[in-house]
């Protein structure tokens, strides 16, 4: 089956300063892949997606890489600001059948003031 | 507003009660999910539904059994309780076709003393 893994498990950046989170999977039929924020106390909540159609996808002050060969994806969120800080996942599914997605393990972002 | 609610926010248990982790959603989604959260180990399911009555194994399904006896409502049942599972329990929900996005409840802190 699908294996996620997810680098750096934590990311302290300063407020203003760039973080970058990285993944890679190993099923090369994997199509889509999300990444989800996880507030404190809260559900982790879908932030940004893209599919295998597309290298690059930017929202605002996150982007998403994709990079199909390699097998991996990025996160990049600049300008960082205190209420970024949160655990991030991402995750890669492979298309057919109910969506159910592989996750990586996680990455507590802290962006000190 | 899309909406996944969890009975309960925290809960203590003792080792070898039955414990029920509700989970409903009003999106009308088909996919239900349980997954358990544990440090440095991500999401983890446990159990899924594709519809009314319907269930299939996770990747950690032992120790737990589910039920789907409505579309809007996902059950996870521990059926005795151990210490190690003591944990983050998260569900979430998704439509069968389309959008792939998982809508995730607020979660629920289960200690078993």
């Known amino acids: 089956g699908e294996n996620v893994e997810q680098h750096p498990s934590t990311l302290s950046v300063q407020e203003g300063d760039s973080a970058v989170i990285k993944c890679t999977y190993s099923d090369s039929a994997s199509n889509y892949f999300p990444w989800y924020k996880q507030e404190l106390g809260k559900g982790p909540q879908l932030i940004i997606d893209?599919?295998?159609?597309?290298g690059e996808k930017k929202d605002q002050r996150i982007a998403v890489t994709l990079n199909k060969t390699a097998k991996h994806f990025s996160l990049h969120i600049t300008e960082t600001q205190p209420e970024d800080s949160a655990v991030y996942f991402c995750a890669a599914s492979v298309p057919g059948g109910s969506y159910i997605p592989t996750f990586g393990r996680g990455t507590s972002l802290i962006v000190h003031p | 507003d899309v909406k996944v609610t969890q009975s309960s926010r925290y809960l203590v248990k003792r080792t070898g009660e039955k414990v029920f982790l509700e989970c409903v959603q009003d999106?009308?989604?088909?996919?239900m999910f349980w997954y358990r959260q544990d440090p440095g180990l991500g999401l983890r399911l446990i159990y899924f539904s594709y519809d009314v009555k319907m269930k299939e194994k996770g990747d950690i399904p032992e120790g737990y059994s589910v039920s789907r006896e409505k579309k809007e409502r996902f059950s996870l049942i521990l059926e005795s309780a151990s210490t190690n599972q003591t944990s983050m329990y998260l569900c979430a929900s998704s439509p069968r076709q389309g959008d792939e996005t998982q809508y995730f409840g607020p979660g629920t802190r289960l200690l078993v003393l």
């Open positions: 999106m009308d989604h088909e996919n």
């Open positions: 893209i599919r295998s159609n597309v």
